[in-house]
């Protein structure tokens, strides 16, 4: 079994197990078509949310992960 993009979007109107093709029961923040064609992908940020740069340096922050130690 070949699992594809859902193009024609988020499905909950009856169980998962008899979900039609292409859908999903869980989206966010996606879009299945851009100019015209079918490509699937994210879904770009209307704004960006503050101005300023974060740590007093001009290289924007590309990735930020949360690290826990347990002795």
């Not at 024609?8 to 169980?15: D, H, R, S």
């Not at 879904?43 to 949310?49: L, Q, S």
């Amino acid at each position: 079994m070949i699992l594809g993009f859902p193009l024609k979007g988020k499905f909950l109107g009856i169980q998962s197990s008899k979900q039609p093709g292409q859908t999903s029961r869980d989206l966010n923040n996606v879009r299945p078509f851009f100019d015209g064609r079918a490509v699937g992908g994210q879904r770009p940020g209307m704004d960006k949310v503050y101005s300023q740069r974060i740590g007093g340096t001009e290289a924007a922050i590309v990735a930020m992960c949360s690290v826990t130690v347990v002795d």
